[in-house]
């Protein structure tokens, strides 16, 4: 549906009294030659909204009261901000972060196209607290299409990642994305990947990896979504095994976050309403019709 067909059709719906049909999704959810799978998020293409009419009768010769509302597209730039290499502030109240696992890649020995079965961890700190477990494992045990991590942030917060992996017995040295050797970056679409050399073209790139990263060596993702990229193993940038596929997440950012499952930040869900007598579902909603949903954080 184009963008004119979308306008007809909030007008329409605003005079009908019906909701206004949402943006199509703009992720290309394409599938690399590797068989790994883009995480798509819905980003809003185009300006959506609802025209109302008041009275919505009226006599020949009168006319009624029309209000147009409009939500207009938002980017990562409108809710988050970035202090290279890593560190991100939310620039908006309310503002909700997701974070999913893309891929795991340490390997020992330079790198590599495949993944190694090193257990590596991530970890995030919020608002400067201490940082907490959002991951460990191998890629074997990578779902990207399970958030780890998904909670509602008032502006101003910050929030960075750090993270290591296993080295024998012991853990190798932690890295945080406020490292002064660039160990972890937060990248949004169209960022170039700092590394020393082109990725895609090396032939080391990891299958995870490729579907969010263009030939340019640039950054492929949603326009609402940074992509955090560790290099846990190595410190000498010059290096080609100082690649950025040690551990690689997607970030999301939202203004509303709501799928009906009642575990609202409050503990009330005015959005499934019925659902139940007592509990999160039976109360009354200090939030009263705004959407606070929030996710228990794993750990």
Known sequence: MNPKH???FATVAGLLGLPALAAPNSGNGSNNSSGSSKITLPDPLFPAGVLSATPKVVQAGTFPTLNWTIAYPTTVSDLAAVTP???????QSNTYVDVRVVGVGVT?????????TIPAEIRISVGGGNYTQLFY?????????HSTYTKKHNKGTTINFGGRYVDGDNWSPFMTGVNSNVQIVALKNGDSIPTSYN??????????????VNSDNTVSIGANSLLVMAEY?????TSASFDYQDFVALVNFSGKNNNGHGNNIDGVDSSNPGQGSGGPN????PSGNFDD?????HQ
């Open 85 to 91: 290499p890593a560190q991100i502030t939310t620039i």
């Open 293 to 297: 949903e929030g996710h228990a954080q």
């Open 282 to 285: 039976g109360g009354v909603d």
């Open 6 to 8: 979308l306008l007809v």
């Open 108 to 116: 020992q020995n330079g790198p590599s196209p495949s993944v190694d």
């Open 199 to 212: 990725l895609p073209q090396s032939g080391n790139m990891a299958g995870y990896l490729q579907p969010y």
């Open 233 to 237: 193993g190595g410190t000498d940038r």
């Open 137 to 145: 494992g191998t890629n074997a045990d990578v779902d990207p299409t």
